[in-house]
């Protein structure tokens, strides 16, 4: 089985599902496509009564870079945009939260903004030795509205959170595991092996007994941070029209645009 769309797969290994990011010529930058099926996948997957487990990773090089520019500067004109992008985000997190299988993330490079919170919002999360997470979200203006504030205070503790949403500085992949973001580094040619071979050893865990596990967490997750998680939600959105933030993405957005294409030498 294999279920494929111009922005993401689900493809099947026996009884595990993977789903790739799929806009490597982007980082898997997070397109407003990209962002509706991520909305979407994990209900689909829910429904599919052969799956048992899943893994989560991103093609070539990246795992995620986080907000596509174009998307994100669409959302400063578009309030329309605005309003649909804080549902998906809050979809996003309350589907990843109760999807009933277990979903390993296969980090496989650079995890920032949504990206890094797309890969803490699973049950495991391998990660290989040169990839890095890191939530820029204050950086460049935004409140840390997509998963930032209501994940990472269940994973570290409340100090290692505000140094990094803070300052969106990288988290390394040995500074991940040490600081409880991730579970181990894998060299990064072996790391699609051993993710699919630990999802596999989910999937033949008693299903009833590890699902009802699962949702009991779940039901924990989502009394702990559903506060959090709507005021970081109305926060954000306040802050996609902010003037530092307008600011910021142009100037980035215009920086990566002279990067891709050079003026020519005379």
């Known amino acids: 089985m294999s279920k494929v769309s111009s922005v993401l797969t689900v493809a099947a290994d026996g009884d595990v599902r993977i789903v790739t990011l799929n806009r490597p010529d982007r980082l898997n930058g997070v397109s407003e496509e990209l962002h509706r099926r991520l909305s979407e996948v994990w209900r689909e997957l829910a429904d599919d009564t052969k799956a048992r487990a899943v893994v989560l990773t991103g093609a070539g090089r990246a795992f995620s870079a986080g907000g596509d520019f174009d998307h994100l500067l669409r959302h400063h004109t578009d309030p329309e945009l605005r309003e649909r992008s804080i549902r998906i985000d809050r979809t996003i997190q309350t589907e990843m939260i109760r999807f009933p299988l277990p979903v390993i993330a296969a980090v496989n490079g650079p995890a920032v903004g949504l990206g890094c919170s797309l890969a803490l919002a699973c049950d495991l999360v391998l990660i290989a030795e040169d990839a890095y997470f890191a939530d820029p979200h204050v950086s460049v203006g935004l409140v840390a509205g997509d998963g930032g504030v209501t994940l990472w205070p269940l994973l570290t503790s409340l100090l290692r959170v505000k140094e990094y949403l803070f300052t969106g500085d990288r988290i390394p992949a040995a500074k991940a ?56 939600l109305m926060a954000e959105r306040a802050t ?3 003037p530092d933030h307008i600011r910021i993405i142009t100037d980035l957005a215009a920086r990566a645009e002279r990067r891709a294409n050079p003026p020519e030498e005379r």
């Open 240 to 242: 996609m029209t902010n």
């Open 177 to 232: 595991v040490e600081f409880g973001l991730a579970n181990r580094t894998v060299p990064p040619d072996d790391l699609m092996r051993e993710a699919l071979a630990l999802a596999h050893r989910l999937a033949a865990q008693p299903a009833e007994a590890l699902r009802a596990t699962k949702l009991a967490l779940a039901a924990v997750v989502e009394q702990v941070s559903r506060g959090g998680m709507e005021a970081a």
